[in-house]
Every structure is written in structure tokens, then in C-alpha cells.
């Protein structure tokens, strides 16, 4: 079936470390969407990539949408422990599917 | 603008039971969707209701369903309950739909089956 693979599983880095969790689909994506959820909390939504080789960044954050539209990265630089949390990147698939990646778990030790 | 809010917060049902959970959008959100998330298996699709119409079905039994009403609030009804069925349960809003604009979540309800 359509999926979407997330690597790392989890990761536990030192605080100032930095840190990327990475996007993989098995069909070519319309877009894809990130998300950070907190421990205890719910998924709050982070940014849309559209465009084929797209870079977006929010302060420490950088997002990257690939060539062929079916991987994408999301790089966190100089971690700080209100980075602390699971990150989903979610494909939407031609055919009106959006389909969640298994998520990354980061601690970040001070 | 209120969020995106689900009730009941907890539940604990038995095996066997059927339970009803809601779920009310952001004013002027026409979609919403229902996620089911475990440790293990992340967050899994339901379905996505758009403008009182199922628009899509994520692959779950017949036990699942769910309904849109005029005012875009949504339930979800989890008929003869299983164990397995124990998890959190989320809703999320978006203005035009899953993939089209961003997905705006509840705060969950915690189901527990026992």
C-alpha cells in the first residue's frame, strides 16, 4: 500500500546538537505537511512544502521538499529542550490521501 | 477563534460496548478528520468527513463509523468494543480539507477498554 517511511525511529542528542529526521514515499506526493506533537500533547501543525526541491525555514528549523516530491527533511539547528517531542511529516497523495509518516521521538538531554 | 474540541477526555468502556465520541471544528472549518493514535502504530487515518460527506476512508472494520452534521460538528461511534480498540482518539479541522490546508487538532480523547 501507499506509505510513508520516517527515520529515525527516536533520537536522543545533546542540547546545542543538531538534529534531522528524514521523509520517504513510495509514490510521488503532492505536498507534504509537518507536524510536532509534545509529550502529553497534540499534533501541532508546522509548515506545507509544495514545490519540488522547496526549502522553508523557521528560525532554527529547515525544511526541504526533494526533487522528485517523494522525500523530505526536516533539520533542527542547535537543539534546545523546548524541541522536545514526536515529529510526523504527513504525504498527501494524488487521489486525496494523506497518509502519516510513524513520527521521530526526540529527547534533547541539558 | 476556539480550537478544535473533543469530548469526552476520558473514557473507560468494557468489551462489548459501543461508544460515541465528538468532535467540534474551528468555526468556518468544512472538514474533519478522525485519527487514531497508539504507541505503536502512530497515527492511524479514519476517515475525513467534508460538508457532511464521508470523503474518504482510512482501512478500518465496519465497527468504525462516523457522521457530519450541518453545523460541521462530527461524532465517531466505535460499535462491540475490543481491546485493542484502547487509544487515543483525535479529530482534526482544516478549512478545505486533509493535504489542502493545514490540519488543526483536538486535544484527544483517551479511550480505554477493558
Known amino acids: 500500500g501507499q506509505q510513508v517511511m520516517q527515520i529515525p525511529q527516536y533520537q536522543h542528542v545533546q542540547e546545542g546538537e543538531d538534529f534531522t529526521t528524514y521523509c520517504n514515499s513510495s509514490?510521488?506526493?503532492?505536498?507534504i505537511q509537518w507536524y510536532k506533537q509534545r509529550p502529553g500533547g497534540h499534533p501541532v501543525f508546522l509548515i506545507q512544502?509544495?514545490?519540488?526541491?522547496e526549502v522553508k525555514k523557521q528560525k532554527r528549523l529547515t525544511f526541504q521538499f526533494g526533487e522528485a516530491k517523494k522525500n523530505s527533511s526536516l533539520h533542527i539547528t542547535a537543539t534546545q529542550t523546548t524541541d522536545v517531542g514526536t515529529y510526523f511529516c504527513?504525504?498527501?497523495?494524488?487521489?486525496?490521501?494523506?497518509?502519516f509518516g510513524a513520527g521521530t521521538i526526540l529527547r534533547v538531554k541539558s | 477563534k476556539a480550537g478544535v474540541t473533543q469530548t469526552p477526555r476520558y473514557l473507560i468502556k468494557t468489551r462489548g460496548q459501543q461508544v460515541t465520541l465528538s468532535c467540534s471544528p474551528i468555526?468556518?472549518?468544512?472538514?474533519v478528520s478522525w485519527y487514531q493514535q497508539t504507541p505503536g502504530q502512530g497515527l492511524q487515518f479514519l476517515f475525513e468527513?467534508?460538508?457532511?460527506?464521508?470523503?474518504n476512508k482510512g482501512n478500518f472494520p465496519g465497527r468504525f463509523s462516523g457522521r457530519q452534521f450541518s453545523n460541521s460538528r462530527s461524532e465517531m461511534n466505535v460499535s462491540t468494543l475490543e481491546l485493542g480498540d484502547s487509544a487515543l482518539y483525535l479529530c482534526?479541522?482544516?478549512?478545505?480539507?486533509?493535504?489542502?490546508?493545514?490540519?488543526?487538532f483536538g486535544n484527544g480523547t483517551r479511550l480505554t477498554v477493558t
Open positions: 482534526a479541522s482544516s478549512l478545505n480539507g486533509q493535504g489542502s490546508s493545514p490540519l488543526h
Open positions: 509514490t510521488t506526493l503532492s505536498n
Open positions: 512544502l509544495v514545490k519540488s526541491g
Open positions: 504527513a504525504g498527501f497523495l494524488y487521489g486525496n490521501k494523506l497518509v
Open positions: 468555526s468556518g472549518h468544512r472538514s
Open positions: 468527513y467534508f460538508s457532511e460527506t464521508q470523503r
